[in-house]
């Protein structure tokens, strides 16, 4: 009751500051990962586009109400728990540690989702530290997950893995806050930045498609799958695989999730000299990007141009690589 208590009053004081906190992304740190998208085997440019969307794919653990408490009262808490080192106190008391450790979530938290993801880093690993001395799994597994993903977006793959890891041996005593399901398949995108290839095919075979999913788990296995064999110039398997991603997104009704799946059948048709049907399946993305302002049309663009660059078509070949030209200053700050 009394913790009731306490956060209905945090809840008066600060209710709706964050809503109107200023959020402005890091532009160094944003103009760096758009730079990146367009260097990427394994992403699609609008796919990878949406790291630069920390509200994508930065996960909190955290209902919207805590959120808004938490986020609003970060300079009080800050300033608190900041202006001296309750860690160095070897007599450290476990709720002090505790209330130490959330804060160090929250800052991460905060720097992640204000586009700081460098900032938010130490944080989270003091964080992770922590809740590792108090072990608090649940947390464990939640940071680790955001660790992994920040050390993505570094190239630094290997230390993405080793988090990922984490996340996945601590989730066994977790309340399941996250899904397995979704760890391991971050842990194939990882595997498949790293080249191996056989891994993360495996992993998905063996494990992820005989567990629980749904229908979305499910597409995702089939499009990493599809990126997986195209990789490994296995076309006909790359084909079939992203032909069920986008027939398995057409009924889930998800239409980026369609693109992605559409722009990559293309690439693969490209690859195997079907030209003509390649066209087709960048016209159905063409289709449902339609009157939307998606990153993805930097894709459909890019690859539209490679198309008629092979089917010997000059006009739409110049035609295309113009509106990629003018739509990519878009994204760039």
Request: hydrophobic content about 40%.
């Amino acid at each position: 009751m009394k913790k009731l208590k306490f956060r209905f009053l945090v809840c008066l004081i600060f209710y709706g500051v964050y809503a109107f906190a200023d959020r402005r992304p890091n532009n160094l740190e944003k103009s760096t990962i758009i730079e990146n998208a367009f260097h990427q085997q394994n992403f699609l440019i609008g796919e990878y586009l949406n790291f630069s969307n920390p509200d994508r794919w930065i996960y909190s653990g955290l209902s919207l109400l805590d959120k808004n408490i938490y986020f609003s009262s970060y300079p009080q808490l800050s300033r608190k728990y900041f202006n001296y080192s309750y860690i160095s106190d070897k007599f450290i008391l476990k709720n002090t540690l505790s209330q130490h450790a959330v804060v160090n979530k929250i800052s991460g938290l905060k720097k992640a989702y204000d586009g700081n993801y460098n900032d938010a880093l130490p944080y989270f690993l003091s964080g992770l530290n922590d809740f590792t001395f108090l072990k608090d799994s649940d947390e464990i597994v939640i940071l680790s997950q955001n660790l992994s993903k920040l050390y993505f977006l570094k190239n630094d793959f290997e230390t993405s893995m080793s988090h990922i890891k984490k996340s996945e041996q601590y989730f066994r005593k977790a309340n399941k806050k996250v899904s397995l399901t979704d760890i391991l398949l971050w842990k194939t995108q990882i595997y498949l930045s790293l080249g191996k290839l056989k891994e993360a095919e495996l992993l998905i075979l063996n494990r992820i498609l005989l567990m629980q999913h749904d229908k979305n788990q499910e597409q995702q296995c089939y499009y990493i799958l599809g990126k997986i064999y195209l990789k490994n110039k296995q076309y006909t398997q790359a084909k079939w695989f992203f032909i069920q991603a986008d027939e398995l997104a057409r009924r889930l009704n998800k239409t980026e999730k369609r693109v992605q799946a559409l722009l990559f059948l293309a690439k693969v048709k490209n690859a195997i000299k079907d030209y003509s049907l390649a066209e087709k399946d960048l016209f159905l993305v063409k289709k449902l990007l339609l009157n939307i302002q998606s990153s993805y049309k930097l894709d459909l663009y890019l690859e539209s141009a490679q198309t008629y660059s092979y089917l010997a078509i000059e006009s739409k070949v110049s035609e295309n690589r113009h509106k990629f030209d003018l739509f990519k200053k878009l994204f760039l700050p």
